[in-house]
């Protein structure tokens, strides 16, 4: 089965510019999370959706991130005006559902630099 | 709130040497446990997992981890790695919610020398 797709690989922005990452999860997975990942650190979680409601948004800082999935399928995630200290990976993960015992599956993930 | 904390950030072994690499997590109700993995190049996957049962849990490629509950800690082994084991390790926690919520290390990653 095709796994979680995300676009574009790689984003190079100036700092206040804005951006958007895409993400398509597997088919038929309800459950779509992401993360951001800082150079040394783990994934951290941004924001959960359970189809097109959101979960657990509670790390997103909504100043400037946002984030949708309208149809429950795709979703995209945008920051908006980015911050020198948003260079990361923006990994997106999707699961058949909302219990742990699900597995995460997991995108390539967009790197992004903020010069 | 929850953390997980791995002691390593980078290891060092030659093949066929023994692996364990730490992981500590703070909370203090049920848990669930993963440990996954990075391969160069490639998506984080799952290695394996713990929810309940044996504390003594048998992943892919020959990893297993052991739940010590009064520890805290998930300890992953491996009793003779590869080289083609190199791969950045993360271990994660989930807070048996009903959501799949996981908190991550920071990571360790795992050289090998062929």
């Known amino acids: 089965e095709a796994g979680v797709a995300q676009s574009p690989r790689y984003k190079i922005i100036e700092k206040r510019q804005s951006v958007a990452f895409w993400c398509n999860p597997i088919?038929?997975?309800?459950?779509l999370y992401w993360y951001q990942q800082i150079l040394g650190q783990g994934p951290k979680l941004l924001i959960q959706?359970?189809?097109?409601?959101?979960?657990?948004d509670s790390q997103l800082p909504k100043d400037r991130f946002s984030a949708e999935r309208l149809k429950g399928v795709d979703s995209t995630l945008k920051i908006q005006p980015a911050k020198l200290e948003d260079s990361a990976v923006y990994l997106c993960?999707?699961?058949?559902?909302?219990?742990?015992?699900?597995?995460?599956?997991f995108g390539p993930g967009t790197r992004l630099t903020v010069l | 709130a929850q953390s997980v904390s791995q002691h390593n950030h980078h290891v060092i072994l030659s093949e066929a040497a023994s692996l364990e690499l730490g992981c500590n997590y703070s909370?203090?109700?049920?848990?669930?446990l993963f440990w996954y993995v990075q391969y160069p190049g490639q998506h984080l996957q799952l290695l394996l997992k713990?929810?309940?049962?044996?504390?003594l849990v048998k992943g892919i490629k020959g990893f297993e981890a052991e739940f010590i509950k009064s520890k805290f800690s998930f300890n992953l082994r491996k009793p003779s790695v590869q080289w083609s084991d190199t791969a950045e390790y993360f271990c994660?926690?989930?807070?048996?919610?009903?959501?799949?919520?996981?908190?991550f290390g920071q990571g360790t990653t795992l050289q090998v020398k062929p």
């Open positions: 994660a926690v989930n807070a048996a919610s009903n959501t799949g919520k996981l908190i």
């Open positions: 993960a999707s699961s058949p559902g909302l219990a742990p015992y699900n597995e995460q599956f």
């Open positions: 713990y929810f309940s049962g044996d504390p």
């Open positions: 959706f359970q189809n097109n409601g959101v979960v657990d």
């Open positions: 088919s038929g997975h309800a459950t």
């Open positions: 909370y203090g109700g049920t848990v669930n």
